[in-house]
């Protein structure tokens, strides 16, 4: 369709490959700042450009399927949500918009790419689209038709999906595929922030690797992409080793050290973290574990127990061997204790075990009078003359024990529910 407008051989920009991905970077840092913007794009010289161009750009997608559905697939909608519309296009009037860029029918617009193509299009579907072409072709208000501007660092074929993009929503497949980097510049220098949210889709989804992901994030800070930004900085934590083995990072080392700095470190405090919370589950379970035995030592001492034996109890014959889970764990430690002839704090390792879980079940207990655990009160009085620094250490077990049963409590109501 282009063929017509081309004032070149046609041939030549049609086979030529399409520019590196070192020249979109390029084009990208000369052009995606508000100011340089303006003067890349030839037809605009007015300071108004840049200042339209200057202004914020939208914030990051929202994640979430619904979120995407919505934007995605109604297409244009927006307009005709407002004025409470069907949100759903019909694909007759996509088409339409299909066929109006394809066939170029009355186009008032000859947009300029670096290879040598020329696309034509219009200028009142280019302004609605994009709020920088807006201003682009107001510049050129009451001069000649048609309008004319360039789009420089990207190939031709990439320039059509983005100018039919503006026109339907529309792409294949292959094309975003291919041209995903070179669509995310023009979203952003153009100010489209539907294409913008499809690139980062697509990298998303499956074009995100560990050999491209150094350069995309590159690409996303300067895009200002923020979602894209998280999904590579998490891919990058993800698979460190293998992104530090890959082409873009050796680049990188070389042209950009602070990122590599400022990566090393997100990895590293990722890494932190993991082990902070790790330790923290290892924590807990400790607690639980001492809860647990805490539950025992009252089974023990208020029924007796088949595991680790009567002391003053009749037990059933019938009774079957106990199921306390941790009476097992008990069993040696109270045996040990009943046989032991060192039984002060600070003698045996395994007594002065057994005298701090006597003194935390005290800790724990409300019915230190009719209690059978030894020492319940024995401990209860010893409180009085405690030093500050080991009461606060003993309030923190037993609100940690006591935390981490809580948890598990409401975690299983909460399966049950
Ligand atoms: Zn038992
Ligand atoms: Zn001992
Ligand atoms: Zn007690």
């Known amino acids: 369709m282009a063929e017509a407008a081309v004032s070149e051989p046609a041939n030549e920009w049609m086979s030529s490959s399409p520019p590196s991905y070192e020249q979109s970077m390029q084009f990208l840092q000369e052009n995606c700042a508000p100011v340089s913007c303006s003067t890349r794009i030839e037809v605009s010289t007015n300071p108004s450009v840049s200042r339209s161009v200057s202004r914020e750009p939208p914030p990051p997608p929202l994640p979430g399927p619904a979120y995407y559905r919505q934007k995605v697939f109604s297409v244009r909608s927006s307009s005709c949500n407002t004025r409470g519309g069907y949100n759903c296009v019909p694909k007759e009037t996509v088409d339409i918009w299909d066929k109006l860029f394809e066939g170029g029918y009355q186009a008032d ?36 038709c048609p309008h004319s501007f360039s789009i420089t660092g990207v190939p031709y074929n990439a320039a059509c999906v983005f100018i ?103 990895v590293v405090e990722a890494d932190s973290r993991k082990q ?94 009719t209690c059978k655990v030894p020492l319940c009160r024995h401990f209860k009085e010893k409180v009085q003359q405690q030093s500050k620094k080991d009461e606060v250490k003993w309030k923190v077990l037993v609100s940690k024990v006591q935390a981490a049963k809580k948890a598990v409590n409401s975690f299983s109501s909460f399966l049950v529910t």
């Open 276 to 369: 902070d919370k790790l330790r923290k589950i290892e924590e807990k379970k400790i607690y639980l574990q001492l809860y647990d035995a805490m539950e025992a030592l009252v089974h023990i001492c208020r029924d007796g127990c088949r595991t680790i034996g009567p002391h003053d109890k009749d037990l059933d014959e019938t009774m079957g061997p106990c199921n306390f889970p941790a009476c097992k764990g008990l069993e040696s430690l109270v045996r040990h204790f009943a046989g032991c002839k060192t039984r002060v704090p600070g003698g045996c390792v395994h007594c002065k075990r057994m005298w701090q879980l006597l003194e935390l079940h005290s800790r724990m207990c409300c019915e230190p009078d």
């Open 109 to 144: 617009v000859r947009i300029f790419t670096e290879d040598g193509g020329v696309v034509p299009a219009h200028s009142n579907v280019l302004s609605v689209a994009s709020p920088v072409l807006k201003h682009l072709l107001k510049q050129q208000k009451g001069k000649s």
């Open 164 to 266: 039919r993009f503006l026109y339907s929503s529309r792409y294949e497949q292959a094309d975003m595929q291919k041209f995903c980097l070179h669509l995310l510049v023009l979203s952003h220098v153009f100010s489209v922030p539907s294409l913008k949210l499809v690139c980062t889709q697509n990298l998303e989804h499956g074009s995100l690797t560990t050999d491209n992901v150094i350069d995309v994030l590159q690409l996303a800070r300067l895009c200002d992409a923020s979602r894209l930004n998280l999904l590579c900085m998490r891919l990058i934590v993800k698979n460190f080793k293998t992104v530090a083995k890959s082409e873009g990072w050796k680049v990188m080392q070389q042209s950009d050290p602070k990122l590599e700095q400022e990566l090393v470190e997100s």
